[in-house]
């Protein structure tokens, strides 16, 4: 486990690093309590709550906190429906938390000295690696061996499935490496460019002013590409859903 050094504290990297706050060890396996884990607990407590206060009361004239937690449930069962059909409300519950999950994570790195759990590969990678196995076993489970039809599509010549069945197996199994890759590129991109920036700041003094100005730009779109990564994660999430219940 990568853990910051001394020499490494001004590094923009040494933000993504992962230290232990509680050191912990079972059976020679190192499980302790890291930046990662807590940062992810943050996230998990503060969608909990922003979703239970703002359905509480259930008011017939919601206000403003009801409101946004209406529309952010209606923007993701509005995503699903459009995306994947009324077959696809079953699995709204999942794709819902998906998306709250990686916009939360998202939106805490964005905080001054905390830490950015979607910046790290591994993290990104295991998201997506559960929606490529769910996504798969839920095609199999419904299509049984006619699900394997899906790497031919319906129309081809069956003189080309030589170049085709290989083609469709390779962009089928690059689904969770780009899917993970594209969070994880964004997001560690950007805070590693504000980082920058910010370095900038103190060492020019007066100058620092046009770096600062440029920090505050990068912020306002780092929350929008906080948002934007959230709903590619979630919409491709659908688009591969819907071809494992419809195939092509």
């Not at 899917?179 to 460019?193: E, I, K, P, Q, Y």
Request: neutral net charge; glycine residues 8%.
């Amino acid at each position: 486990m990568a853990q910051a050094g001394a020499g490494e504290s001004h590094s923009p990297l040494a933000q993504f690093m992962i230290k232990k706050i509680i050191p912990l060890e079972i059976g020679g396996v190192d499980v302790s309590f890291t930046n990662s884990a807590l940062a992810m607990t943050v996230a998990v407590v503060a969608v909990s709550v922003f979703l239970i206060v703002g359905i509480r009361r259930g008011a017939l004239v919601p206000g403003r906190w009801q409101v946004v937690t209406e529309l952010s449930y209606e923007f993701v069962a509005n995503m699903i429906r459009d995306n994947v059909g009324q077959e696809g409300r079953r699995y709204f519950p999942f794709i819902f938390t998906l998306f709250m999950f990686i916009f939360a994570g998202n939106l805490i790195g964005m905080i001054p000295y905390s830490f950015t759990y979607t910046s790290h590969l591994i993290v990104t990678f295991g998201l997506a690696a559960v929606v490529f196995i769910g996504v798969t076993i839920i095609g199999l489970a419904k299509h049984g061996l006619h699900f394997f039809g899906f790497f031919l599509p319906h129309g081809v010549p069956w003189f080309l499935a030589w170049l085709i069945i290989p083609i469709e197996i390779l962009s089928y199994l690059s689904r969770p490496v780009s899917l993970s890759l594209r969070l994880f590129a964004n997001m560690t991109a950007g805070h590693t460019m504000m980082k920058v920036f910010a370095g900038f700041i103190f060492v020019l003094g007066i100058a620092g002013v046009a770096p600062l100005v440029m920090v505050v730009a990068l912020t306002g779109l780092e929350i929008i590409i906080a948002f934007l990564q959230a709903y590619v994660f979630a919409i491709l999430t659908c688009v591969y859903l819907n071809d494992a219940l419809h195939l092509h």
